[in-house]
């Protein structure tokens, strides 16, 4: 029986009535896109998944032929044996720069090669190694090293340990969970047409190259297995073919699934892994599902469980007062992750009995990897501190690139706005009102009929006009473009991608055909680097005919979504054009998706504009070339809750530039919920309204006045923080760094803070709690650090550091607090859009800590253009002590200019008013009015009057 969610879908499409009246679909979809667990697979029943869970620890039988043994400056080679089948593998470590390692094992004789995505796709290049040596043998340990760091391979059963200060770190196969499915003929009467299938879709092993070097080729590749020569498992009846409902995935090339144990010794607390819709810190899966990593379309999705959802980054970070390190398995197959804690998987009973004898067990996380095909292929990242582990993952996959200015302010959605009309009226109501956005966008109503690339005549009659309108107050505009083409020959877009053999090709080798929006839809295969070309080139003003260059675009249903295909996604045994099967690629093609249309955006400049692009589904080097938002989620307190610890997630993986839906996609929000929603996505790095097609209109301005005025403060509060956010973001895409924090990166020894997902910083210097229960008038802060003093960034009440505290938060207030020891630079002046800002002068907010000290950074530019990166960016540096602020341009000769002048100076934790405040610059000296309020204890400078990219020294006497 087909999925009710399918079978609904069916009905409209075939009908007649899709999108005719768009109403008709989202109503008739809307009660069974509700989740249903079983439309959605568990481990239970996908084959693969059960086998290796089943593992009991220390079934491997794998081991080491050290005679095999291949050393390199930077890298070492060892045979390894499956003693059960009988096959060989070779395994490869290699000594990375900057701590960091790789291990991978592969077949040595594969009959087929596996997937392991192209350098440029998710790996920016080769990872530039780091030599080490080779320490010997001392029985059945195998030693290497290099600085501080050791690696010890011990020879039977395989297993590899890394070291760090003589400190275990982090083990591979320790508990003996290693299982490699190796390629194989299908045994009995039909092993000739298993070879013939293989044919088919195996493509060419490469030549030795830059992208494969001699040191990673395997050598007889290809050559295939004798089917006499292995020992194989009994077979199960899902080895060969697997039902889910009532869909068949014909696995014709067998099981090729592979698995691994990591374990973290000392560790309590393990991150990352997105995307899940739960707590930050990840939950032992022993009663549960493991967690799965497979890009999934799931509507009204659920909160706490393991499931997965519209993205995956197989990326892990362990953490304990130590040290922090990471965990990169790079595999684009479906993956799942069990963990184990002796800690958190002990009852209260045993723990007691712990606390009776006096045990003093060292802690630690044992997890369990397992993915559906391609190879074993992880990098181990050893910090040791989380800002390391950052850095050292964003010189594998790449940092996000710093966003225009537009794109980090306030962005208003509906699924949809109706018509030129409609979009008129919402911008001259926030005007009216008083509120300032930056970018209005437009959801799939606004095409012809589903066509992406096009407008409807009748609604957008003259596009080009809106855009500029818009665009003439600074303003931005984003249509969605989605990856399915209509099935149209009267589609210009879909003729030309069958015409030239761009599509996605079913298991027959026919162009595959589901259903989305349009109704029967095809879809591009974006593996390919020519399709993305194509796909690319579809945002040339002279092909997107309607856009200009204030447009930008919104990739959604980029899972794929497939309304009529099992777990609503591409089939597995879908055909690539590179011979790749769906369930070996799956997680990436979302993400070479938005690369695609980000390339296309970036060549209507020729490469000199920055863009602006926004995905749904991502993995592993998304954040190169996307922004992401966490889905459909509900209009409830539960996912506004929720939306922290997810976005948190995606930053501790890179994904800096996320957010959530304003005020939840699905449902009706009441007053109280969307006012506390603003104030939280005010405070979050990509910050969106957005609405369901089906829910009532909620624009801000049409609230109770109560509401207006506390949403437009929230809005405006954005703004002003919006040269912070900027220096921040700016920053990141140097280092790697999160944007949204959790309290533990900034304070990594604290171990209070390591469970904590409601209160995170931006940056190092701001604080933010947002208020996520209803009804609540205050909330529970906790402020780290023993020795740190926070300002509540309104009154410039203090709060001391190490403690946990009950702060007052009425309807009309969110909690933040800045950091003392800290300066952040804000524009203060309220206008329509961030645009109309970018000559406004900045007021600097110095928060001093308890030694009457203070430091920060203000990063400017154009705010649009890639010129910073030929060096046109101004880069100072503040810092206040012995009563001096000084101003140091860190780039002076670069000689940039700007506008931008310093238009007020704000101290604050000064235990006395001055007798005198003087500015000395340019070789002169000017005495500054001021006023110094005892209760807030705070100074406040008027007009310096400086250019923010000068040199000077405020002086307080």
Not at 168 to 190: A, D, M
Not at 341 to 354: E, R, Y
Not at 440 to 448: G, Q
């Amino acid at each position: 029986m087909r999925t009710n969610m399918a079978a609904a879908a069916d009905t409209v499409f075939r009908t007649g009535h899709m999108m005719k009246v768009a109403g008709v679909l989202v109503l008739s979809l809307a009660s069974v896109f509700a989740v249903q667990r079983d439309n959605f697979r568990s481990c239970d029943n996908v084959g693969y998944c059960k086998r290796h869970r089943a593992l009991q620890p220390g079934s491997a039988s794998f081991v080491v032929d050290v005679e095999s043994m291949k050393l390199h400056p930077t890298s070492v080679s060892l045979e390894v044996l499956d003693r059960k089948s009988s096959v060989k593998f070779v395994l490869y470590i290699f000594s990375l720069k900057d701590n960091t390692f790789r291990v991978r094992l592969k077949e040595l004789k594969p009959l087929r090669r596996r997937y392991e995505p192209p350098l440029g796709d998710v790996l920016l290049q080769h990872p530039e190694g780091e030599e080490f040596r080779y320490n010997g043998q001392s029985g059945s340990k195998l030693t290497f090293s290099r600085g501080t760091s050791r690696v010890v391979v011990t020879v039977d059963p395989l297993r590899i340990d890394f070291y760090s200060n003589d400190d275990p770190v982090i083990s591979i196969n320790s508990q003996g969970l290693l299982k490699f499915e190796h390629t194989r003929k299908k045994p009995g009467w039909v092993s000739w047409l298993s070879s013939t299938v293989y044919s088919w879709f195996s493509p060419p092993f490469r030549e030795a190259s830059e992208e494969n070097p001699p040191d990673e080729q395997q050598e007889g590749a290809g050559e295939g297995v004798k089917e006499e020569e292995q020992k194989t498992e009994d077979e199960e009846p899902d080895l060969w073919e697997e039902t889910f409902k009532s869909f068949t995935d014909s696995k014709p090339l067998g099981p090729t699934s592979v698995g691994v144990d990591i374990s973290f010794p000392g560790v309590e607390h393990v991150y990352g892994i997105p995307e899940h819709a739960d707590n930050l810190a990840l939950k032992t899966t022993k009663s549960t599902d493991p967690y799965r990593l497979f890009n999934l379309d799931v509507f009204e999705y659920e909160l706490y469980n393991p499931m997965a959802l519209y993205g995956s980054v197989p990326v892990m970070l362990a953490h304990n007062e130590k040290r922090t390190v990471g965990v990169f398995w790079l595999n684009a197959a479906e993956t799942w992750v069990d963990i184990s804690s002796n800690v958190a998987d002990k009852s209260i009973f045993s723990n007691l009995a712990d606390f009776v004898t006096g045990n003093n067990e060292i802690p630690q996380t044992d997890t369990h990897w397992f993915s559906e095909g391609g190879n074993i292929d992880v990098f181990l990242m050893l910090g040791p501190g989380p800002k390391d582990v950052f850095r050292q993952y964003s010189v594998l996959t790449g940092t996000t690139p710093l966003p225009p200015l537009f794109s980090i302010s306030y962005h208003q959605c509906r699924w949809n706005y109706n018509d030129q009309d409609d979009v008129r009226t919402v911008d001259e109501n926030f005007d009216k009102f008083d509120i300032p956005y930056d970018v209005i966008w437009l959801d799939i109503e606004h095409t012809d009929g589903k066509r992406y690339f096009t407008w409807d005549a009748t609604k957008f009659p003259s596009s080009v006009e809106m855009l500029r309108n818009i665009s003439s107050k600074g303003r931005k505009m984003v249509t969605i473009v989605d990856p399915h083409l209509k099935r149209d020959e009267n589609y210009q877009v879909y003729k030309e991608a069958r015409e030239q053999g761009l599509l996605v090709k079913n298991k027959d080798d026919g162009d595959f055909d589901g259903w989305c929006w349009p109704g029967s839809s095809s879809w591009p295969d974006f593996l390919e680097e020519h399709v993305r070309t194509w796909w690319a080139n579809k945002f040339a003003l002279s092909e997107y005919v309607g856009s200009d260059l204030s447009l930008y675009v919104w990739n959604d249903m980029n899972e794929p979504s497939v309304f009529n295909a099992p777990e609503v996604t591409m089939p597995r045994d879908l055909k690539h054009l590179g011979g790749w099967e769906n369930r070996e690629v799956h997680n990436v093609y979302g993400m070479l998706v938005h690369a695609a249309t980000m390339e296309g955006l970036l060549k209507r400049t020729n490469y000199q504009e920055r863009a602006f692009v926004l995905t749904r589904a991502f993995f592993a080097g998304t954040q190169r070339t996307s922004a992401v938002w966490t889905g459909d989620n509900m209009g409830e307190w539960s996912h506004l809750k929720i939306s922290n610890p997810m976005i948190m997630s995606l930053n501790l993986v890179g994904i800096t530039f996320s957010g959530a839906d304003v005020g939840g996609f699905f449902r009706n929000p009441d007053n109280e919920l969307l006012t506390r929603w603003y104030q939280a996505g005010a405070f979050q790095p990509f910050f969106r309204a957005h609405a369901h097609l089906d829910t009532k209109r909620r624009e801000p301005y049409l609230l109770p006045e109560e509401n207006v005025n506390i949403i437009r403060a929230a809005i405006r509060s954005r703004y002003s923080f919006l040269p912070y956010w900027y220096t921040v973001f700016a920053s990141s895409e140097k280092d790697g760094a999160a944007v949204m924090r959790p309290l533990w990166v900034e304070f990594p020894k604290e171990r209070a803070t390591f469970g904590i997902d409601d209160n995170y910083m931006v940056g190092s210097a701001l604080l933010v709690r947002p208020v996520t229960e209803q009804g609540a008038t205050s909330a529970i802060v906790y402020f780290p650090g023993a020795d740190e003093i926070w300002y509540d960034v309104e009154t410039y009440q203090t709060y001391k550091g190490q403690q946990q505290v009950n702060v007052d938060a009425p309807l009309s207030k969110i909690p933040v607090f800045q950091r003392g020891g800290s300066i952040i630079p804000r524009k203060m002046r309220p206008r329509r859009s961030s645009t109309l800002m970018f000559d406004d002068p900045f007021t600097l907010i110095v928060a001093l800590d308890s030694k009457q000290e203070a430091s920060g950074q203000l990063y400017v530019d154009d705010y649009h253009s890639f010129s910073y990166r030929d060096g046109a960016f101004g880069l100072v540096s503040y810092t206040f002590s012995h009563h001096k602020l000084h101003s140091h341009v860190e780039n002076a000769e670069t000689r940039y200019t700007t506008k931008e002048w310093l238009e007020r100076v704000v101290i604050v934790g000064l235990p006395h008013e001055p007798r005198k405040v003087t500015l000395h610059h340019s070789g002169q000296t000017d005495e500054l009015t001021y006023s110094f309020d005892s209760a807030m204890k705070a100074l406040t400078i008027r007009k310096p009057g400086t250019n923010i990219l000068q040199k000077w020294t405020i002086s307080l006497h």
